[in-house]
């Protein structure tokens, strides 16, 4: 047993001494022991035992600079210790057992040191320097760097011809002991007595260390500055005070990867401030200020200059851009370092005789170079996304500028989609060119580089591989092309579907009424075909793509090896696996150069599109108002001032605002000579026919036209004016804040406001009263509550002037008369009024009646002048005939729904999920491919990847065990023949004989000499094996591409057939509360992501975790020992990728959340635009834009950050799994237990482990975002109410059903939600057949819930419905809705043709006389001959035919259904007087023998009814005769008739 003097000999490699017996000093040995290794020890425990002692706050805090200043001369210290170590072990081989522990010990302690410094400065508050016994460790450390460079330095003096290598740690010893001075000296500086702790960030929450730090009795805190205070609740960005560590790792990001992983993302505030230099406004100012001098060039040639928004985006964004391609550049260089360390690395394990300390320089460098390489790639793409970030921030808040400040005249020419894509899709292609323009110049560099370092290994045969792979990315371009011409067809295809599905919603009552779910369905699904067809076409064609992609790297492989051994050459693991790991980055490169310049032209052509946009003309007020020097005194009371001035919208497109009703029929409504003045406090009519300039005259003085020539002055052209639209806007918030629209609340005036508007009523049945939010575009109001709240908006605002476009055309005559009275004649006397209406009644009071004619002003006088004379005042309706009296309502357009939305939640908030994606998601996404075809295609997915792991293990095979000559047999051959000018050199001296070939030879190889016979066996037998396996793998990926790609159709098919079957079986109620926007993303952008982005991110999901897995099971197969270290970093990696996931999730769902409203706002602002200017409300709605866009950048700038912290944790286990691998190899080699083959295999597949992993969780995420779709489909497909549609009844009895028409309700009630009132009660009542029945009463009376009931949109809480003696319930809703007709209130057509209007059914046998004759009967038969026949379309919404047309078709197809009951829903409403005279004369001519039931706001309407049915609060109030019950003065139904009755008119 050995003795302890025999163990310190071993450990210091001489004896055991204190003292040194040749000099009077302690010994080597001794030294080391007391004056390193104790204070060593003594000071890796102190600091580890504080590291887990100190318990830091959620707070983030400025590190101190002194505590800075620590951290970094610990780590150069740390640094410089490790080097000096190094060299001595590796390079001078004095590798005593003391110099080994002492290396490892003082790299532990100075680590551990260095942290603790890290944790200690964010409670510095707490210490003056940090505790006492971690200082007084530390000192005891100091005295051996001291001793270290005296030793070292005397060494130096005494030799004379001391190594390099030894002046080096001469150096390094000395640098450090300067730096450990140095930290002495900022230690025993005092500090300051008290101090302010400034804090950057905190969490959302107040945990204890927080309530501890405000805390002013805490003893160890100080002072916490005011300043620091207001800053405890922001989430201000630590990027801008984060230490140069922490920049470079990213750990500034921590505390918010800690919020989200305590779930605490809940909401935009959840996430960082932007940092300074990306602030939306500072983006913006920079961005406006560089754009506006560019701009000023055009002013002064008055054309659009060319690149000017490229000028921009340089001058704005050039400097950082530019300077980030160095990092890229360098990146990209040390790339190659891998293939060059790897061939370095194998060589040195096939060659016994080469030093050992060469193995570590290799693997020390291999790991270098990917350690920097990394770190350049992740700031770089950091730089560049930052870059992203703000171009498009800058581009979207200028774009939207550009609407608010635009002349109408120039941004009339575009539609909303055109605008609303410069935001969307050219912002994003412009974005992207960031990114393509540094691949750009990249791709060639890397190219051009592996090529020469191919050609450096094989000589010129690397040709023969680089010519495949050029005609396979030749053919690679050809599928693409054939996939763009797929795609343009196909998205042809989905802009019908999308259009047809929009129509269908927005029409979803005239479907439901008329039972036309599967005629929809079936008419959609055709369209659906097409577009799958198309779809198949790209995915095919993808999935070709796909196959290139995954056998190239195999066929290149092939290629090259067969014939560099079949001339005669030996394949060596170097050579091999180098080879291998170049064509891989050659691959990559070659592939992604056509899909870059795709991008540049997409981007450049986006960029032209927004160049031109962006140099719009401004409105310039100045220039279109004419202000005069000096006003006379009789003029000074002038508000509008016209004269001889001509006005034209100048524009191709002229009706881009629905709102203004600019255009009619495409034609361009102009002024002429218009003259005209309007003073202060008068009442102004004007007057006209339907398209005589009306409404155009008002945009004039608005600014809305062009001013052509003539003068115009505006007294309060900078105050604004107030508008009230015909057809209002109002926004998606609620009723309140419409009406106050920015301005402060005043309760007095807004009162008056809502009384005078006649909306406190209204108010009243409203769930939240005037804070119930309004829906997009006020679709939860009746088009008579959005005049009214429109025009209490107006009157709010308390401006000069008002221009009113018929606001009183929307309600009916009771409360029209209401708003002239309170309104009108109240509230606005004294503001100068300018009222454009038909209703010529409510002129009476006017100080002038201006009438209108082809754009020109007829006539300008009195009402008694005017009203005697004009011919358009003759119309019995437009004078307000008191024949025509209405039932009190202040809904006066309300359609079937208003009952319903009047006791039900308006709009219900759109779902959204939390957490990870439900596993029930991805088995519904199974189950649509279908079981067996989706296990399938993961069994040729891992087949796949295994015949490619075994084609490179029989490459490692191969040249393991072929012998060194094996294939000299071949030169001799060449040789024997003549070829003696074939010789090999040494090219460059990193690499092993590459080929060199005269031109003698190589005319000799073309003119076909047989190398394959000249192979040996060995090598025959060796290729063939490779070829097989080669083949084989081409296959199982042949049979995965294109399993996959049918896999993803069907699933799209069979998911968008299960969404449409459950929207449309859903009940009416449910298009209630759920917007059409939210049902038709389903059908949109959800079913675009199951078409497409899903399959294609799952099939790279998947191909990379097999991928990770092939690499992990082929490294720990060729190096064994690998599998030590793959368990701590496998579980690291599994930790990290969880932990990054609980934040990326949430930030990605905020990130979509955010992006909405600016689309939304985007979009209510350009439909909104006239008003916004005219209210001068510009800046507030700019403003508006600004703070959704910073909301939405803090989410994409916080998912930046999340993604960089994650890439660089992911790109340190890539460095480190390639170091281990690498060090192992070594250590292997060392131990004669590894062969080249198999080290050089697993070094090949560890150099591409950094992507892959960074591949396989981007992926993941990547899919778990777009598996968000199938989750939101899923939700409509199995969540969503269906329809009730019991079928007990005989099919024959149905097919003669109903015979007679009487209609029987039998004691029903109605209760709408369980918890609201009732809204029919106990109602009884019976209809016989043939009797026409008029049906009146208030709103809210339960009027339109009897026809609700009827065909069976909602269910009777009680009682039953019989038609012709059969129950309702037993009849199913398609025969029952399909034996009712009705004619609704607003006439809603489809896109298509008239024919398709009449007879949805295209199977329908109806002959075109038989159209033609009932489009006879409905006088309808000239208009269509006139349009083109039955064939013509009657565009969007029919928009090519007018209201009452569009009555009278609907009325057609009542005809042509022939029903013996027909229902009328306010039918004559919206028409004319001379519509609706036609209309009553139709009706009782052509529907004499039917039941007829007729719900009406206007008594006339129903006069001739046999019988009158009057509604109150949900009863029966009075049934019978209408001329008995108008004898009966008290009879509810004589009240309603005089209260109609308009008075002070």
Not at 378 to 406: C, E, G, P, W
Not at 761 to 770: A, C, G, Y
Not at 1443 to 1468: H, N, P, S, Y
């Amino acid at each position: 047993m050995p003795n302890a003097s025999s163990v310190m000999e071993s450990f210091c490699g001489e004896e055991f001494r204190v003292f040194d017996s040749n000099a009077p000093a302690f010994s080597g040995c001794f030294e080391m022991i007391v004056f390193m290794l104790l204070p060593f020890s003594l000071l890796a425990a102190s600091s580890s035992y504080y590291i887990g002692l100190l318990k830091i706050p959620d707070l983030r805090l400025r590190t101190p600079r002194r505590y800075l200043f620590r951290q970094i001369c610990t780590l150069v210290t740390l640094i410089l210790t490790v080097a000096n170590h190094l060299i001595t072990i590796f390079a001078r081989h004095e590798g005593h057992g003391f110099i080994v522990i002492s290396f490892a010990l003082s790299t532990i302690a100075l680590l551990a040191h260095f942290i603790f410094l890290t944790r200690l400065a964010k409670v510095h508050f707490l210490y003056e320097r940090g505790p006492r016994l971690v200082m007084l460790f530390w000192l005891l450390t100091l005295p051996h760097f001291i001793a270290n460079a005296e030793y070292f330095s005397a060494i130096l003096n005494v030799s004379n011809s001391a190594s390099y290598l030894l002046k080096i740690q001469v150096g390094l010893t000395v640098l450090a002991a300067i730096s450990q001075l140095l930290y002495l000296f900022c230690i025993t500086v005092p500090y300051a007595k008290f101090r302010t702790v400034s804090i950057v960030e905190s969490e959302p929450s107040l945990p204890e260390e927080r309530e501890q730090l405000l805390d002013s009795s805490s003893g160890s805190y100080y002072q916490l500055s005011d300043q620091s205070r207001e800053q405890l609740d922001r989430n201000q960005c630590p990027a801008d005070t984060a230490n140069i560590f922490s920049k470079i790792f990213f750990c500034w990001v921590n505390s918010l990867m800690k919020t989200g992983a305590k779930r605490q993302l809940l909401n935009v505030d959840s996430v960082y401030e932007l940092p300074e230099d990306i602030t939306t406004t500072t983006l913006h100012n920079i961005f406006s200020k560089n754009l506006d001098a560019v701009c000023l060039e055009q002013s002064s040639e008055n054309t659009i200059i060319k690149y000017a928004l490229l000028r921009v985006l340089n001058k704005s964004f050039g400097l950082v851009y530019y300077a980030s391609g160095i990092m890229k550049f360098l990146s990209d260089a040390l790339a190659f370092a891998g293939p060059l360390l790897l061939n370095k690395l194998v060589n040195y394990i096939e060659n016994a005789d080469e030093p050992l300390v060469h193995g570590y320089y290799y693997a020390t460098a291999l790991f270098l170079s990917t350690f920097v390489g990394s770190l350049l790639s992740a700031h770089f793409d950091y730089q560049v996304n930052k870059v992203n970030l703000r171009v498009k921030s800058s581009l979207i808040t200028n774009i939207y500028n550009k609407t608010m400040r635009a002349q109408p005249s120039e941004l009339s020419s575009y539609t909303t989609g055109e605008i609303t894509n410069f935001m969307s899709t050219d912002v994003n292609r412009v974005v992207n060119f960031c990114v393509s323009f540094h691949q750009f110049w990249s791709l060639p560099f890397q190219v051009a580089v592996t090529l020469y370092l191919l050609y450096l290994q094989v000589g010129i045969v690397f040709l023969a591989g680089v010519g495949l792979a050029v005609v396979m990315i030749f053919f690679n371009r050809y599928l693409a092309n054939q996939i763009g011409k797929y795609n343009a067809a196909m998205m042809k295809e989905k802009d019908s579907r999308v259009k047809l599905m929009t129509e269908i919603l927005l029409g979803i009552r005239v479907v439901k009424f008329n039972a036309w779910e599967n005629i929809m369905s079936e008419k959609l699904g055709r369209i659906r075909d097409e577009e799958l067809k198309n779809l198949k076409g790209i995915k095919y064609f993808d999935a070709g793509c796909v196959y290139l992609w995954a056998t190239t790297p195999v066929l290149i492989s092939l290629l090259t090896f067969s014939i560099y051994s079949a001339i005669g050459h030996e394949l060596t693991a170097a050579k091999v696996f180098t080879v291998i790991a170049l064509i891989n980055m050659l691959i990559s490169p070659l592939n992604a150069f056509p899909w870059v310049i795709n991008g540049l032209m997409e981007a450049w052509i986006s960029l032209e599109r927004l160049n031109k946009f962006i140099q719009l003309q401004n409105l310039e007020l100045e220039k279109y108002y004419d202000f005069p020097e000096t006003v006379e005194p009789d003029d000074i009371d002038i508000v509008v001032d016209i004269k001889k001035a001509n006005f034209s919208w100048n524009s191709s497109l002229p009706n881009y605002s629905e709102e203004t009703n600019l255009a009619v029929n495409g034609e361009d409504q102009g002024l002429t000579d218009i003259s005209l003045q309007i003073r202060e406090g008068q009442f102004i009519g004007v007057i006209g026919s339907v398209g005589s300039g009306k409404s155009s005259l008002l945009s004039a003085i608005l600014a809305e036209m062009k001013k052509e020539n003539g003068k115009l002055y505006v007294d309060c052209v900078n105050e604004g004016f107030a508008i009230v639209h015909q057809e209002p806007w109002i926004q998606h918030a609620s009723i309140r804040n419409n009406i106050l629209w920015g301005r402060p609340y005043n309760a007095h005036h807004y009162q008056s406001v809502v009384d005078a508007c006649a909306l406190t009523e209204d108010l009243q049945i409203f769930p939240d009263r005037d804070l119930t939010e309004v829906g997009e575009n006020g679709v939860t109001l009746s088009g008579g509550q959005k005049a009214r709240v429109a025009l209490a908006r107006a009157m709010y605002q308390d401006k000069s002037l008002y221009l009113l476009d018929d606001p009183i055309s929307a309600v009916d005559q009771h409360v029209a008369s209401y708003l002239y009275d309170r309104c009108i004649m109240g509230e606005l006397v004294g503001k100068t009024r300018i009222l454009c209406t038909h209703h010529t009644r409510y002129l009476r009071h006017a100080d002038k009646i201006i009438v209108m004619k082809n754009g020109r002003i007829n006539q300008i006088g009195t009402p008694d002048e005017i009203l005697q004379l004009s011919p358009i005042t003759n119309n019995k309706k437009l004078l307000g005939s008191k024949s025509k009296l209405s039932v009190a309502s202040s809904f006066s357009n309300d359609s079937l729904s208003s009952d319903v939305e009047s006791k039900t939640r308006l709009m219900t908030e759109e779902e959204k999920a939390v957490g990870t994606v439900a596993f029930s998601v991805y088995k519904s996404y199974w189950l649509a491919i279908g079981s067996c075809l989706a296990f399938s295609i993961l069994v040729f997915l891992l087949l796949m990847q295994g015949s490619k792991v075994m084609s490179d293990w029989w490459l490692s095979h191969w040249v393991t065990n072929m012998k060194p000559n094996a294939s000299i047999d071949g030169l001799h051959y060449i040789s024997q023949h003549g070829a003696g000018n074939l010789y090999f050199t040494s090219l460059h001296p990193q690499f092993n004989q590459p080929l060199s070939i005269s031109i003698t030879t190589y005319t000799t190889f073309l003119k076909g000499v047989d190398f394959v016979s000249s192979m040996s066996s060995d090598t025959k037998w060796y290729l063939m094996i490779y070829g097989c396996i080669a083949a084989s793998n081409s296959l199982f990926t042949l049979f995965r591409s294109f399993l996959f790609a049918y896999g993803g159709i069907k699933a799209a098919h069979v998911l968008h057939s299960a969404l449409l079957k459950g929207i449309l079986q859903a009940p009416v109620c449910f298009f209630d509360i759920t917007p059409v926007g939210r049902i038709l993303n389903r059908f949109s952008s959800d079913t675009y992501t199951v078409d497409d982005s899903l399959p294609f991110i799952l099939n790279i999901f998947l191909a990379q975790l097999v991928g990770v897995i092939g690499t992990v099971v082929i490294t720990c197969y060729g190096l064994p020992w690998f599998a030590i270290a793959l368990a701590p970093l496998g579980g690291f990696y599994l930790y990290i990728q969880h932990y990054y996931r609980l934040t990326s999730r949430e930030l990605k769902r905020l990130s979509s959340i955010s992006l909405s409203p600016i689309y939304a706002h985007f979009t209510e602002s350009l439909s909104g635009l006239s008003t916004i200017r005219a209210f001068r409300k510009q800046d507030d709605f700019r403003t508006k834009n600004l703070d959704l866009v910073t909301a939405n950048q803090r989410c994409n700038f916080s998912t930046l950050a999340a993604q960089e912290w994650f890439g660089m944790r992911l790109q340190m286990i890539g460095v480190a799994m390639v170091t281990c691998v690498a060090f192992v190899a070594v250590i292997m080699h060392q131990n004669q237990s590894v062969s080249p083959g198999l080290a050089g295999l697993a070094l090949s597949y560890a150099l591409s482990v950094t992507s892959l992993l960074s591949g396989v969780i981007t992926s993941f995420t990547e899919t778990e975002k777009q598996m968000v779709a199938v989750e939101r489909e899923s939700y409509y497909i199995n969540n969503i109410p269906k329809e009730e549609d019991m079928q007990t009844s005989d099919v024959n009895i149905m097919n003669q059903w109903p015979s007679g028409g009487t209609v029987e309700f039998s004691n029903v009630s109605l209760r709408y939600r369980e918890g609201l009132p009732l809204a029919l009660e106990k109602i009884s009542f019976d209809i016989e057949s043939g009797e026409k029945i008029g049906i009146v009463g208030r709103t809210g009376s339960g009027k339109s819930s009897l026809l609700m009931l009827l065909f069976g949109m909602v269910d009777s809480s009680e009682g039953n419905i019989f038609i012709d003696g059969i129950n309702t319930k037993d009849v199913p809703l398609q025969v029952l809705r399909s034996k009712l007709s009705i004619i609704p209130q607003d006439p809603f057509l489809f896109s298509g043709s008239i024919r398709e209007n009449l007879v949805p059914d295209l199977e329908a046998e109806i002959d075109d006389d038989s159209l033609i004759t009932v489009l006879e009967q409905c006088n309808l038969k000239d208009k269509v001959y006139e349009m083109g026949g039955l064939h013509t379309n009657v565009g969007e919404r029919g928009k090519r035919l007018s209201v009452g047309q569009r009555q009278l078709l609907c009325l057609a197809r009542a005809l042509l259904k022939d029903t013996k009951i027909v229902c009328l829903d306010e039918a004559t409403a919206s028409v004319d007087g001379e519509s609706d005279a036609m209309l009553q004369k139709t009706i009782k001519e052509q529907f004499a023998d039917r039941t007829v039931l007729t719900i009406a706001h206007r008594i006339e309407t129903i006069m001739d009814c046999d019988r009158v049915l009057v509604m109150d609060d949900g009863k029966v109030a009075e049934f019978g005769p209408p001329d008995l019950l108008m004898t009966n003065s008290d009879s509810l139904f004589c009240k309603l008739a005089r209260g109609s009755n308009p008075t002070n008119i």
